[in-house]
């Protein structure tokens, strides 16, 4: 019986959504999608999608159906001759609400890395044909009737261009605010946990470093953790002048060897 392969796509799609959005579509690697999925098949995305323009389609498809069903939705709502303010307002209102969720802030990215494409709105492959999307472009590239095609379609171009990178700066924003403020709240059950992964991503010298030691912080107690903690940068424990969590060195004995041996294992 094959195994289902499910998991593994969603895996895939969410960690490639990823890292399109935070490194780039062109500039990460394959394997490096691969591997934050967690995936021991290097050639996973190969035998999933095709290739990283297969899982590229498959993401931007999996967002943008939504968005045009609701976009479809809007451009329903007018009556007779829309206004061209009525058309802008349908065409930006439906990626204005992917700013609302994670994945949706990634999305928005990633389509603005694709601006160079946008030209060729009409030539869309058939897994990416967004109806109300192409319907609501026809009727702005319509408009003004008194300026020539070519300057109505450039006009157009540039708009899609100018929204989709003014979104993907206010999701880069978005997301930068939120993982400036999304700190872990330390308790005195989770204290172990958390000071065992933070002393392992410490810096070499944590005296030098104005993160583990802030001007104005009083000097920890030998023997305790500086309770209580509270969310937010204050929260990272400070490390005592010899290096070491409670003022002891963290300094292993040498192991001892065998009786007879001399000293050596």
Known sequence: MPR???????RLE???ERLFADVGIWQVRVREIVAAAHQR????VT??????????????????EPIDVHRGQLLAGLE?????????????????????????RRYVRIVAQLADRFADWR????DLAAPNLSRALDLLENRPEHLSSAVRRERLVAMMQLMTSSLAERARILEAARRRYLTPVITRRTWPTCWSAYWRRRPRQPDQSPLLNPPGRPTPVPGRPPWPLRPGPSSVPCLTASGSRHGRPLVRPPRRGRRGTGGRP
């Open 4 to 10: 289902d392969s499910t998991k593994t796509r969603a």
């Open 14 to 16: 969410v960690e490639a």
């Open 41 to 44: 098949n290097a050639s996973a």
């Open 80 to 104: 007779g001759e829309a206004s061209t303010r009525s058309v802008v307002d349908a065409l930006v209102a439906p990626m204005v609400a992917c700013l609302e969720n994670d994945r949706g």
């Open 123 to 126: 030539y869309a492959p058939a």
């Open 47 to 64: 035998y999933h999608f095709g290739s990283r323009e297969g899982l590229l389609e498959r993401i931007l498809a999996q967002h943008g």
